[in-house]
């Protein structure tokens, strides 16, 4: 029977796990009566990317759209991995609360994702030339771990100290106590008064059994079975051998400090407020991915631009140097102009090595948010990522500064989940409050006793009187017979009353606990301030962003157009080389500039959407499908 009980139990465990979809924690608690008593299971985590990845792979280029990156980093991001374990242990402090326990607490600290090499605009490998010699860089610093290393944003507004805990709680979870006890025991004697022996032997079996358990209004109820039975040498007993059984009922009831449902079920509220704020800390988690992952995703496709563009102004430069080299050998113009020219080749070809070495780096940081193995799977390290999604420039929004804000206020998790936890501060300060009362308990006790037992040959004391006996009977059954027929009752009513003369250490936990509710409404009003600050400075940059975008485009067709012109009068003589090689730098220059404005503004539109809180939504982000971390066919269709 026992086998087959672990076997129904290893199955059920199994169909929890089983029944558990994509990469949300499966827990499953044993059934039946030994449930309680029977270790659970957590499943284990999941260290395989999802099948899109591979699939996404072609001919040795994962070919990634912007959407795509959204999905493997949903299904693969390991941030949200923690955060998904986060949700379940807010989940075990629940359960906690039920019972009556303190709670242990849960996480607040979310990670942003790495800042990586910042597109272009971090790393602007030309310059123009200052009309003597071409300019280019070269990178000193060979790793900067600033660029993939995480930054960690804490959501905690109620501080490092934790509250008083106020009166205790009861026990909700009835608890079952036994003993059994088998004991022989030989105790010299002084005299012979009391037991007729030199030395008493007592032979007894204790059998004792409790029950207890608390209720939400603070009362406890006990009951307590106790059986003895004893046999013994002495001659003074009348019985022996003889059993002794008393069944007893307490109740103890706060009247003041642990008085009432609400001060005791003050953990419960906060544990249900703690599952929701790690519901929020898990968006927040989310956002500052999905952020994150577009923010590398246009800073990769700005950089594949701007190599582009180093190979474009290589190509130019090797043209003229070409065009120089077969005038040298004419004879049309000097040699020190093919110099000039192989100069800016030269140059030209270590913005390029620059420009290809950031790309590469851009796409070492974005893999390893986006997948879990990226370092230990050789077609993943090995694939080239080709941005499909080109860099947008998406309108402005047409919403007044004011309109944003109070839609960051109302979207933005953290301010939800730090209003949370200010509750749960004033939650607790109740708890302190009530613990300044006395303690008045009022207690109520019954109980009923037996005994059963046959005459003692031994006895040679003054002989009882007739049927004063009858009363006991022999055989442990009258015993529980009597207490049945409450033979032998006795009760007992009344107040236990404890009153702190100084009550210094309630007072000044109460006190504590204001002020460091006073605190956390404080940093809750920062943090609006700090969100406000935030949509404010999101739309200047946005507006500042365009406005160099458009004056970028308009500064590369001039620039563009200039070359031209002094190409066309290079080649009527009118013209030098180096004048050529000038504007070839101006044109390289404004083309970088662009494809850095582009980005930086695209990046601007992504912050403003990530600080009024719509960035998940404007990329069709579901947060039941982010927890999961499995995308239905309808998510990865749009």
């Known amino acids: ?107 607040l600290t979310v990670n942003e994702a790495p800042a990586g090499v910042g597109g272009p605009g971090g790393a602007l490998n ?22 993939i290393q995480e930054a960690q944003n804490n959501l905690n507004v109620n501080g490092t100290f934790a509250s008083a805990t106020g009166p205790a709680l009861p026990q909700l979870d009835p608890a079952i106590t036994g003993t059994f006890l088998a004991q022989h025991l030989t105790t010299p004697q002084t005299s012979l008064v009391t037991t007729g ?15 207890s358990q608390g209720f939400w209004t603070g ?48 953990y419960i509220r906060s544990a249900k407020n703690s599952e929701r704020i790690t519901d929020y800390v898990f968006r927040q988690q989310a956002v500052s991915t999905v952020s994150g992952v577009i923010r590398l995703y ?70 390893n948010v986006l997948t879990r ?17 080109p860099v947008s420039v998406d309108p402005l929004p047409t919403e007044s500064t004011d309109e944003l804000v109070r839609l960051a206020l109302a979207n933005r998790p953290e301010i939800q989940a730090a209003k949370l936890q200010v509750e749960n501060s004033d939650i607790g300060l109740k708890g302190s409050r009530n613990g300044l009362l006395p303690q008045l308990d009022f207690t109520a006790n019954a109980s009923n006793s037996g005994l059963a037992g046959g005459a003692n040959g031994l006895f040679t004391g003054v002989p009882p009187a007739p049927g004063s006996l009858l009363g006991y009977g022999d055989g442990y059954f009258n015993a529980i017979e009597q207490i049945l027929r409450r033979d032998y009752p006795s009760y007992s009513i009344g107040l236990t009353f404890t009153l702190p003369v100084h009550n210094r250490t309630a007072q000044a936990d109460l006190v504590r606990d204001e002020l460091q509710l006073r605190q956390a409404q404080i940093r809750t009003r920062q943090l609006e301030n700090q969100v406000s600050l935030e949509v404010q400075d999101a739309i200047i940059a946005l507006r500042r962003t365009r406005a160099a975008y458009e004056a970028a485009v308009e500064t590369r067709k001039l620039q563009d157009q200039s070359l031209e012109i002094e190409q066309e009068r290079f080649q009527a003589g009118l013209s030098t080389n180096f004048l050529v090689i000038q504007y070839e730098n101006f044109v390289a220059q404004a083309r970088s500039t662009e494809v850095v404005a582009k980005g930086a503004y695209a990046k601007a539109r992504t912050q403003l959407e990530r600080v009024i809180g719509k960035i998940l939504e404007n990329h069709n982000v579901s947060i039941d499908e982010a927890l999961k971390g499995q995308l239905t066919a309808r998510a990865q269709a749009k």
């Open 219 to 266: 009362a406890t109820v006990s009951a307590a079975w106790q059986s003895i039975r004893t046999d013994s040498n002495s001659s003074r007993n009348l019985v022996n051998p003889y059993s002794t059984s008393s069944l007893s009922v307490s109740f103890v009831q706060p009247l003041m400090r642990g008085f009432g449902r609400e001060i005791n079920k003050r």
């Open 1 to 107: 029977m026992n086998k087959f009980a672990a076997a129904l139990a290893a199955i059920s465990m199994a169909s929890a796990l089983s029944a558990q979809s994509g990469r949300e924690p499966a827990i499953s608690y044993p059934p039946g009566l030994r449930g309680p008593y029977t270790p659970g299971s957590v499943s284990a985590i999941d260290t395989k990317d999802s099948a899109r990845v591979h699939d996404l792979i072609k001919a040795g280029q994962l070919n990634l759209s912007l959407q795509d990156a959204i999905a493997l980093a949903l299904e693969n991001n390991l941030d949200l991995e923690l955060q998904r374990y986060a949700v379940k242990i807010a989940q075990t402090d629940s359960s906690r609360a039920s019972a009556g326990s303190l709670l242990r607490g849960v996480g």
């Open 298 to 367: 246009t800073d990769l496709v700005s950089l594949s631009e701007d190599m582009r563009v180093k190979q474009q102004t290589l190509s130019t430069a090797e043209r003229l140097a070409e065009d120089n080299a077969s005038k040298v050998e004419l004879g049309t113009i000097a040699p020190i102009e093919l110099t000039r020219a192989r100069a800016q080749v030269a140059a030209a070809r270590q913005d390029l090595i620059n420009a290809e070495g950031y790309l590469q780096q851009q796409e070492l940081i974005l893999k």
């Open 126 to 147: 030309n310059s123009a030339a200052s009309g003597i010699t071409p300019q280019t860089q070269v990178p000193v610093n060979v790793t900067d771990t600033n660029l």
């Open 373 to 389: 193995n990226a370092g230990s799977d050789p077609v993943v390290r090995s694939a080239r990522i080709v941005a499909t999604d």
């Open 197 to 211: 022996t030199p030395s008493l032997v007592n032979n007894t079996v204790n059998a004792n059994f409790g029950y």
